[in-house]
């Protein structure tokens, strides 16, 4: 009889700890309880595992439970630490453009990478559009543009008399198709020809050369200045030369940027091919049609003289100078 008693003592024993055990894991479930279900007065049984993951913070994420009733949330312990926590995964790695992309819970995190630029390509600027120097990165193709020039101005070919007081030239940069057609700037001038007493008055177009009486004076391309003081102006040399309507000779200097006359100012030495003036003395003319010989410098090809570009004693300066080649002997 007492050995059937201790068995029932033993028996019941076990059950007390059973019980005992079970409202232990009971507590650590209602630690854990869902408050979705306590809202909406459904019981609570316990929560499952899923394989969903959410971040917790920049360098974690961790893992979605689902309660019986289906209530999807993040579950802690009884000591208020996230289940099954882990790192963050990159299943898309950091470019420039965008962070790191976790494989686990598919957020961002992390920094973008710093830009990788190549050693740059320079577009050159053109009559129509700026120039500059554009920097790819190697790792995401970013580009910018920097270093950047001001479109250039149009650099003219020769300009040719079209009728009615007018000239043209085209453009002579690469790619440029731009041709201007401008008026002439005529210059007035008078020259007393050979065996008269008056002085005639003409007028030309440094520019283009074109002449009153109708002819023109022609481009020497073989010239070039040498400034002594002062500077020659942006823009090319204009020197023409040529023969009147009747017959004398002379010879244009001025220099010209877009068309327009540009001052020149002191001192400034001319080249000149010696053929162009061979057997001539050079008369520099002045508005009245005075002639004043130039003082020359000449060798086996070439005839050098030099141009006053000060002004007068006001102060007036004039652009363009004439001479008068008059033929030795005379």
């Not at 630490?81 to 995190?109: M, P, Q, R, W």
């Not at 177009?205 to 040498?226: H, I, K, N, Y």
């Amino acid at each position: 009889m007492k050995g059937k008693k201790l068995t029932r003592l033993a028996a019941a024993l076990a059950l007390t700890l059973l019980s005992v055990g079970i409202f232990g894991v009971t507590a650590s479930a209602d630690a854990r309880r869902c408050k979705t279900c306590e809202d909406n007065g459904l019981t609570f049984t316990g929560y499952t595992a899923t394989t969903e993951f959410r971040r917790i913070s920049e360098t974690q994420c961790a893992r979605v439970y689902v309660c019986n009733n289906g209530h999807k949330q993040l579950t802690y312990d009884t000591d208020g630490n996230y289940l099954a926590v882990s790192d963050h995964i990159a299943s898309k790695k950091a470019t420039c453009k965008e962070a790191a992309v976790c494989g686990n819970c598919g957020a961002s995190f992390g920094t973008t990478l710093d830009h990788s630029f190549d050693e740059g390509k320079v577009t050159k600027p053109t009559c129509s559009s700026e120039g500059y120097t554009t920097y790819t990165c190697k790792v995401c193709g970013f580009k910018k543009e920097t270093d950047k020039v001001k479109r250039l101005s149009h650099w003219y070919d020769l300009w040719e008399p079209t009728g009615n007081g007018q000239n043209s030239a085209p453009c002579k940069r690469d790619g440029c198709s731009y041709t201007k057609t401008t008026a002439c700037v005529d210059w007035d001038f008078k020259l007393i020809p050979a065996g008269a007493d008056q002085a005639e008055k003409f007028s030309v177009c440094p520019v283009c050369g074109e002449l009153s009486d109708g002819g023109r004076l022609e481009l020497v391309e073989d010239a070039f200045p040498t400034p002594i003081t002062g500077w020659t102006p942006e823009g090319d040399m204009v020197l023409r030369c040529g023969a009147l309507e009747n017959g004398e000779k002379v010879i244009c200097v001025g220099f010209e940027f877009d068309a327009r006359l540009a001052q020149c100012t002191g001192l400034t030495k001319f080249t000149i091919p010696a053929e162009l003036v061979e057997g001539c003395k050079l008369m520099l003319l002045d508005e009245k049609g005075n002639e004043t010989e130039l003082e020359v410098e000449t060798d086996d090809d070439s005839v050098t003289f030099t141009l006053n570009f000060y002004g007068d004693a006001q102060g007036k300066r004039t652009p363009v100078r004439m001479i008068h080649l008059v033929p030795i002997g005379e």
